[in-house]
């Protein structure tokens, strides 16, 4: 089903806290995403990346950091930092290199905190 | 900076009826545009896309058509089914991966 895995499926925190969301893919795609989803609002992107070791902001990366240690994982977390952070939070990979690709996506994560 | 602007953020049509949503791009340098549908609950799907070489793709009920002077791309579902309601969105992709979304279209049918 796509081959992209987000855990859990839902989350609950207490303001203050950080928390890592997981994304794992298995279509052995170089570029991954992660997207905010609010009423609303769309898909906002939040951090992106290409290549394993290598990452880039988005739009609304603020609070939030990644990491790309392996081609398959794409960790999220959400720092205290983050003044908003309850939303539903989406992965996806695609393809890298020739821009014309669509991306695949994870059946998200719904974070709520209280 | 990169954007993609959606419209309409509603629209209801008659079952059997037409639908178009329309979306245009900040950077002539996005060179794929593809349209997700987003039903209740879960995760977006791809329905049709388009390469910036190419004016209309058709696929089905579903067409996709690309002005690249005017910068803007427009979905357009025929012959609409209670099951095309959902939330649709459209995205362009640039040459460095990123992939800018629209704001969302929540489609209606109504019976």
């Known amino acids: 089903d796509g081959g992209i895995t987000q855990s859990p499926k839902y989350l609950f925190r207490k303001e203050g806290q950080n928390v890592t969301l997981s994304c794992e893919q298995n279509?052995?795609?170089?570029?991954m995403y992660w997207y905010r989803q609010d009423p609303g609002q769309g898909l906002r992107l939040i951090y992106y990346?290409?290549?394993?070791?290598?990452?880039q902001k988005g739009d609304i990366a603020e609070g939030y950091s990644v990491s790309r240690e392996k081609k398959e994982s794409f960790p999220l977390t959400v720092t205290s930092a983050q003044k908003n952070p309850t939303a539903f939070y989406l992965c996806?990979?695609?393809?890298?290199?020739?821009?014309?690709?669509?991306?695949?996506f994870g059946q998200g994560t719904r974070l709520t905190v209280v | 900076g990169e954007n993609v602007e959606q419209h309409p953020s509603t629209l209801s049509v008659q079952e059997g009826d037409s639908a178009v949503i329309k979306c245009t791009y900040s950077?002539?340098?996005?060179?794929?545009f593809p349209w997700y549908k987003q039903e209740l609950g879960k995760r977006p799907q791809l329905i049709i896309d388009?390469?910036?070489?190419?004016g209309e793709k058709k696929d089905q009920r579903i067409a996709v058509t690309l002005n690249k002077t005017a910068k803007h791309f427009s979905l357009h579902i025929t012959e609409t089914q209670p099951e095309d309601s959902a939330v649709y969105f459209c995205?362009?992709?640039?040459?460095?991966?990123?992939?800018?979304f629209g704001k969302g279209t929540r489609l209606h049918i109504l019976p």
């Open positions: 996806a990979s695609s393809i890298e290199g020739t821009g014309i690709t669509e991306a695949f």
């Open positions: 279509l052995n795609h170089d570029a």
């Open positions: 990346s290409q290549i394993v070791n290598d990452f």
């Open positions: 950077d002539s340098a996005s060179n794929y």
């Open positions: 388009i390469r910036s070489n190419v």
């Open positions: 995205a362009a992709r640039w040459r460095d991966d990123k992939i800018i």
